[in-house]
């Protein structure tokens, strides 16, 4: 059949077969343009699969993980290249500057799919593999940011919920505790309706650092609570630090205490927090870097307001909340 279309279409029109996977797995042409390569997949063992159709000198691409299934998150494969891929490309463009947490592309959705029934255990296996992988592979230096409790504030956003209790999020957490990575949580303690989950948020962080007594812990976003909580949480837990995510009050913040009023100046509260407890807060802009829709004028914002919010600080305050901390917990020498 295919012989005698060629005589019929000859030389005077482009056109090609349509082949079957077979016959484009063994076409000689794919095999000499290196379209497939091997790959060790950790759960079916060794495979070939389609190669990154862009090769760039500087930044060649490579297969660092598996494609997500299609239960596993509701990630895009494109975010997760772009989550991955391209953050590890960053971090080998400077890495005596920039280091890296794994799992925020396959963990948190994971979670809550599984605590609400859309996932089976099983795959808690594959995680624990995916995750023993990353962070020997010696590009990671943390975990997270893991969200536990993520409430809707805004139409695109998404609900994340899972109890700090739930049995395979603690092996997950017994696993970073076990190779001394930080663990960066974002957990809600007030949903947008003001009900709230104190009991479940900082119950839980109790319950996973009496469980694993050296975890290290980061709290994102100044654990969107009050000065008085934080101060708490700090007195009580030596092992865990803040970031400080630069928020004014807005209608999705609104019950989650930011740190900066309308003008953007640093409420009083928080500034006197800042002085008396300078090791324990970093910088944590929450940049959507690689994310569509994140622009280089929202990344420029974010940076102004953070230089407005520590120009509220001594100077020795905001170098430590700047730089020293972070370079500290990451050993970054420059």
Known sequence: MLDEWKGRLGTDLPWAPCQTIPEVCN???ARINGVFEAYDHPTYGSMEVVTNPVHLNKTPADIRMPNPRATTSN???LDTFLGVTQRVALKDMAPDNIRLF???NYMTYWLHQCCHGEEVSDDLDD??????????SGDYIGVGEIGVLHFIKKPDQSLIAFQPNFAPFLDIVEEVAKHDLWLDLHIEPVD???VSYEDWAFGGLQLLLDRNPTLKVI????AMTNPDNARRILETYPNVMMNIKPTMPT???RVLEPVLNNKGELYEDWALLFEEMPDRFMIGSDAKFMRRGFTSDKYEWIIEMLRLMLGNLSAETAQKIAYDNAKKMFSIEK
């Open 219 to 222: 709290l994102s976003h100044t």
């Open 251 to 253: 209608e999705s913040w």
């Open 192 to 194: 947008p309706d003001g």
């Open 27 to 29: 076409d000689p042409q």
């Open 127 to 136: 995680v624990l593999a995916q995750l023993s992988e990353d962070v020997s």
């Open 75 to 77: 990630i895009t494969p």
């Open 102 to 104: 794994a799992g925020s």
